[in-house]
């Protein structure tokens, strides 16, 4: 499967079949379904191989090849297409003297179009009618072909008066503009399952397992991480990634777990401590006895958290596609029936009841139906992104409707994942002294932390030290010109202190005494607040959900104004949550991190900042590309415009059918004005799309 429609055609057949749980997935190809015990499954795959697809078995996975059917070529075509279509577009503002007029130059452009809509439209349609699932490959190519057909009609059979039955422009326009729209879906679609292969690619390929002989010598195997076993005892070095989770047996290092916890600070691990495949070892290097490997990985766990979330998505379903099935037998009934009843009952010439007839399939070509959506998701596509707002198809736009609830990560998201010093307390010392030490220690570091601290105390003095030492997973030291040794670490140089919060990040030791803490904390994005308070503006319910520490998150919490706080969630607790706000209602996640991919999937609307990981941005149905939280209110309001703007044109759509399909059965309407009230009705519904570039949206 590479598109909605593709579900959708899937989907049903399988629920005529009476399949139950019917879980469609075009990003991933995947596809889940209860069957009964009656079942004849090998009917059943029949079946869906009849409709133009291949099925894969589990078990067959390893032979898994990218699917092909028509939707193959997309770009080329639509570009052929839309080339093709042009002149015929413009022969209605040509001269009647124009080479653009002429009957012949129109059929040979239209031809080669109409020729693929017959391969690209035409074989699924057929597919779906033998199936006895029609879609909307069979309105547009029912549309499509009327008015071809019509148009030879009007060059073999009334060569006197041609140009009254010319309507070439009108077949290739619903094709050209369909393939427009199924491409779009198409590139999106496939976009989608990039999130997976990077996830996959943070797993490393190589693993070091130590070896021990039968006489206790040790050496070092390197072998493939997919031949890992439990129990092994592999090595990890300074800035390999972890191939497997497992325990610390020996060793410290500081590892950076920030795909899994959004934490920003690395996290020191020693023996006895527990790791996760995926993380980065900043500094230091472990020995690390494997407890899970292959698929039972926290890592592999985040991505079937992923493919998951996906699939759960329902297939997208224009509205034209659910009446489809008794649209097109209506429309035919009523063209049938217009002729029997102007022939037999009204004694109306064969000629010109046959001509009513077709007037009937003309007027009730598709085209505003097929135009209704893709324009106005066009405009609005196009107005977000000079907004800074990249969005991934039309129906992220429509879902925007129902949205109440915004759900934020922290680290990353509502703050800008810089490190920075939120607060310090000096106790014995003058805060100067405090600030001058600390930045003469964290001078011979290169610890993030310290990077940070130098580049905010800048203008502070540097207290001389000699003797450095950077001691890993536990601090830095240095004794000064009077001979006092001073310490600056973490939690660890503490641990016998009861007097001492243990809510400060950094500690500072002078002789072993305790004389000052500091506590570290991301900046706050200068739109964080500003973002938040227009949320609420408009009744929005705002949730910070992260796996930071529960008073960072408190603390970031209450300097947006978000009321709902949950704190030291894990990628499977964050999905959970999100399933527990899902049921009180649709809702929108921002955040930025691979912890966030399963939960961007999963909500109704996954939104990712232009910097964020490439997973999460893959993850992410908007993309906020300025790089802007504050373009967060924007998107939304935009996409309830577009919402709206869909609605209006596809009530002009259904209307004008419904008043002159009536008019062109009783003769009221011909062909000609048929064409000239179609081609009005989708002016009308590119000149409202088009009011989508001027409603105000800040």
């Given amino acids: 499967m590479t598109c909605g429609n593709c579900a959708l055609t899937i989907s049903r057949f399988l629920e005529k079949q009476g399949m139950k749980n019917v879980s469609a997935n075009p990003a991933s190809g995947d596809l889940q379904f209860t069957a009964t015990e009656q079942a004849d499954i090998d009917k059943i795959y029949k079946g869906i191989r009849d409709l133009g697809y291949r099925v894969v078995q589990p078990e067959e996975e390893a032979d898994r090849r990218p699917h092909e059917h028509h939707h193959s070529g997309l770009g080329r075509l639509l570009l052929i297409c839309a080339v093709l279509t042009a002149p015929l577009l413009l022969h209605m503002f040509a001269g009647h003297n124009s080479i653009l007029n002429n009957p012949w130059l129109q059929l040979a452009l239209c031809l080669p179009v109409y020729g693929i809509g017959l391969r690209h439209f035409g074989l699924s349609a057929y597919r779906s009618l033998k199936n006895g699932v029609p879609n909307m490959d069979v309105l547009i190519i029912l549309g499509a072909s009327a008015a071809f057909l019509y148009s030879l009609a009007g060059i073999f059979l009334f060569p006197a008066a041609t140009h009254q039955y010319l309507f070439f422009e009108t077949t290739a326009t619903i094709i050209t503009f369909v393939l427009a729209g199924n491409w779009i879906e198409e590139r999106t679609v496939t976009a989608t399952t990039s999130a997976i292969k990077a996830l996959a690619r943070l797993q490393p390929s190589q693993a070091k397992v130590v070896m021990t002989d039968s006489i206790g010598k040790e050496s070092i195997m390197e072998v493939e991480s997919q031949f890992l076993k439990v129990n092994d005892i592999v090595l990890v ?17 500081e590892v950076d777990e920030s795909m899994l916890t959004g934490e920003s600070l690395p996290v020191v691990k020693e023996a006895h401590n527990t790791v996760t495949g995926g993380s980065v070892i900043r500094s230091g290097h472990l020995r690390i006895q494997a407890t899970a490997v292959g698929a039972a990985t926290t890592l592999s766990g985040i991505i079937r958290l992923v493919q998951q979330a996906q699939g759960a998505k329902p297939p997208m379903q224009k509205l034209a596609d659910k009446i489809s099935a008794v649209f097109v037998p209506a429309v035919l009934a009523v063209s049938v029936l217009a002729f029997l009843i102007n022939y037999f009952a009204a004694d109306v010439p064969f000629a010109q009841s046959m ?21 106005a998701v066009a405009v609005g596509l196009g107005r977000a992104a000079r907004n800074g707002i990249l969005i991934k198809g039309g129906d992220t736009l429509e879902r925007f409707k129902d949205i109440r609830q915004v759900v934020f990560d922290k680290t990353g998201t509502l703050t800008t994942g810089n490190l920075g010093i939120s607060a310090i307390e000096a106790r014995d010392i003058p805060e100067e002294k405090l600030k001058s030490v600390v930045r003469g220690l964290e001078q011979h570091s290169s610890h993030p932390i310290a990077r940070s601290v130098a580049k905010v105390w800048t203008d502070e003095a540097l207290h001389p030290f000699r003797d450095v030492k950077e001691t890993k997973g536990l601090g830095i030291s240095g004794v000064d010109e009077n001979g006092s040794t001073w310490m600056l670490g973490s939690g660890v140089l503490v641990r016998d202190f009861a007097d001492i919060d243990p809510a400060w990040d950094l500690h500072l030791l002078k002789d072993g005494v305790w004389v000052g803490g500091l506590r570290i904390a991301d900046e706050l994005r200068p739109d964080a607040q500003r973002t938040v308070a227009a949320l609420h503006k408009e009744q929005f319910d705002t949730i910070l959900l992260s796996g930071d520490r529960r008073e960072k998150a408190d603390m970031v919490a209450k300097a947006t104004g978000i009321s709902q706080v949950y704190a030291e969630h894990s990628p499977s607790q964050k999905m959970e949550r999100l399933e527990q706000l899902l049921r009180q209602g649709p809702v929108a996640m921002v955040g930025d991190g691979i912890n966030d991919a399963p939960a961007l999937a999963k909500a109704d609307i996954g939104i990712s900042l232009s910097d964020a990981t490439h997973v999460a941005m893959q993850s992410a149905n908007v993309i906020l590309s300025s790089n802007q939280l504050g373009s967060l209110p924007r998107a939304i309001r935009l996409g309830r415009f577009t919402y709206q703007t869909i609605r209006q044109n596809l009530f002009w759509a259904f209307f004008y059918n419904i008043l002159a399909i009536p008019l ?9 004005w048929a064409a000239i009230v179609m081609a009005f009705s989708d002016v009308v519904l590119v000149l409202n799309s088009l009011r989508l570039n001027y409603r105000k949206i800040d």
């Fill in 237 to 253: 070095n300074d800035g390999d990634r972890i191939p497997a989770d497992g325990v610390v047996v020996s060793g410290t290092a």
């Fill in 664 to 672: 062109a059965a009783m003769g009221y309407l011909s062909p000609v």
């Fill in 355 to 375: 001509m009513r007839s077709i007037a009937v399939l003309v007027i009730a070509c598709p085209c505003a139906m097929g135009l209704a959506t893709p324009a």
